[in-house]
């Protein structure tokens, strides 16, 4: 999504639209020309794929053909994971609600995706903070915008829903994270008979959140429906399938010269 061409501000907007009446009139310089030029350029761009867009695709591309997959493994991933459950358990304890968690996955034409909540009229997600600093409580927008988009594929998925929630929680670090946690920190440091007591227990209380109360261990962001959004998600889609079958066109004339 970020070869998305930027709008024009509404500044950029108003200058347009005056240099338009100008050309109009036969009443511009030459210096307003050459600005009229550009911002209809700006106006009129195409999406394009970013570089890095491109890299992610021919990794793509490389594992399909090869058969090779490169494992993703970090410990944001490992322990949104582990602590999903107790994520919704929290909400629940907190909101006083019963939610379940979806195990249906749905797809159509463009996009494939199951959402930690469906209800009739709304689509939940729910994010787990690594630790206390990365917990968005005085956030105001979404602080990772790919998650906005993840909800308008998931909306798409289920066209009758015109709202989502984000919801992110600040649950304990399982155990395994932790002592992974206090192994690295020793190993840097260069303590090999462990940690001292003191930065054992920092470890600890900066990981686990028992003595924070619940209520301020949730943020919910709502994020509705945006049909625009959506379809440039699926101009890039479109744009993203071109590349790799021009990467499979490349593969194939590799192929010829063997």
Not at 30 to 48: C, F, H, M, N, S
Not at 130 to 149: A, G, I, M, R, S
Not at 211 to 232: G, L, S, T
Request: hydrophobic share 35%.
């Amino acid at each position: 999504m970020k070869g998305l061409p930027k709008p024009l501000t509404q500044n950029q907007s108003e200058t347009l639209a005056g240099l338009m009446q100008k050309i109009h009139s036969g009443k511009i310089t030459d210096k307003q020309i050459v600005t009229l030029g550009e911002l209809i350029k700006k106006r009129d761009a195409k999406p394009e794929l970013s570089d890095g867009a491109k890299t992610y695709l021919e990794t793509i591309f490389k594992e399909t053909v090869f058969n090779r997959k490169k494992d993703i493994q970090s410990k944001y991933l490992t322990k949104g994971i582990s602590v999903e459950d107790e994520n919704i358990n929290q909400y629940n304890e907190v909101r006083g609600t019963f939610l379940i968690k979806n195990e249906v996955r749905y797809e159509n034409e463009f996009f494939s995706g199951e959402m930690d909540i469906e209800e009739d009229d709304e689509i939940i997600d729910f994010k787990s903070s690594w630790d206390y600093e990365t917990f968005p409580l005085f956030k105001d927008d979404v602080p990772n915008e790919d998650y906005e988009y993840q909800l308008q594929a998931y909306m798409d998925l289920r066209p009758n829903v015109k709202k989502a929630r984000l919801v992110y929680g600040l649950v304990d670090t399982p155990d395994e994270l932790i002592l992974d946690e206090k192994r690295k920190t020793g190993w840097k440091l260069g303590f090999i008979d462990g940690l001292p007591e003191d930065l054992d227990q920092e470890i600890t209380n900066n990981m686990t959140y028992a003595d924070i109360p619940k209520e301020v261990r949730i943020k919910e962001f709502i994020i509705y429906r945006d049909e625009k959004v959506i379809a440039q998600m699926k101009d890039m889609i479109i744009l993203a399938r071109e590349y790799l079958n021009s990467l499979n066109t490349t593969l194939a004339k590799h192929l010829q010269l063997i």
